[in-house]
T-cell receptor, first 114, second 113 residues
Framework: DTGVSQDPRHKITKRGQNVTFRCDPISEHNRLYWYRQTLGQGPEFLTY????????KSRLLSDRFSAERPKGSFSTLEIQRTEQGDSAMYLCASSPPTGEHEQYFGPGTRLTVT | LAKTTQPISMDSYEGQEVNITCSHNNIATNDYITWYQQFPSQGPRFIIQ???TKVTNEVASLFIPADRKSSTLSLPRVSLSDTAVYYC??????????????FGAGTRLAVHP
């Protein structure tokens, strides 16, 4: 399967713990996006990478959140000191360098903070 | 904030054609109109995109009137597997050199036997 993959698919953690999610984009895609989706709402943009450079961060991405894409391939999203309000689906998407408007989404990581 | 308005939900029956209309009164000259589909516990999936008039692919058709203030996604002969949330988005293809997708709440389509 050459689609976008995310790991883990589900994560349950206690409030105050740190969690890290991983996204592996489609191999030839240099653009990578993170979104967050809560129940009944559409996905909300969090951040964008072009290769290894993080070019935009939403104000939704508080200082407890950090994202990296060290070699321009996979990306990680870390949430420190999780709060119950962080419970959501975290989606990763990728797109090729030019010519396509389409973003290819992974299956998401569902985070539950208890 | 999402720049589109679409019905919260729709119901249909297998074999019928479904038309979902999206309003985007403030669409900009450079904006494209894009539709995504999302099944439960999956990420959204691109369906179709257009700028004006009509676009058709193997999944759907997209009708865009001349003023581009609305668009209609048409799904021919729906089946139970078309039950999903459908999102209408508008965006500048070259905003900042990339397209940051701004989703609204979408339209929940339920297809009944």
């Amino acid at each position: 399967d050459t689609g976008v993959s995310q790991d883990p698919r589900h994560k349950i953690t206690k409030r105050g713990q740190n969690v890290t999610f991983r996204c592996d984009p489609i191999s030839e895609h240099n653009r990578l996006y993170w979104y967050r989706q809560t129940l009944g709402q559409g996905p909300e943009f969090l951040t964008y990478f072009q290769n290894e450079a993080q070019l935009e961060k939403s104000r939704l991405l508080s200082d407890r959140f950090s994202a990296e894409r060290p070699k321009g391939s996979f990306s990680t999203l870390e949430i420190q000191r999780t709060e119950q309000g962080d419970s959501a689906m975290y989606l990763c998407a990728s797109s090729p360098p030019t010519g396509e408007h389409e973003q290819y989404f992974g299956p998401g990581t569902r985070l539950t903070v208890t | 904030l999402a720049k589109t308005t679409q019905p919260i939900s729709m119901d249909s029956y297998e074999g019928q054609e479904v038309n979902i209309t999206c309003s985007h009164n403030n669409i900009a000259t450079n904006d494209y109109i894009t539709w995504y589909q999302q099944f439960p516990s999956q990420g959204p999936r691109f369906i179709i995109q257009g700028y004006k008039t009509k676009v058709t692919n193997e999944v759907a058709s997209l009708f865009i009137p001349a003023d581009r203030k609305s668009s209609t996604l048409s799904l021919p002969r729906v089946s139970l597997s078309d039950t999903a949330v459908y999102y209408c988005l508008v965006g500048d293809d070259y905003s900042g050199g990339y397209n940051k997708l701004i989703f609204g709440a979408g339209t929940r389509l339920a297809v009944h036997p």
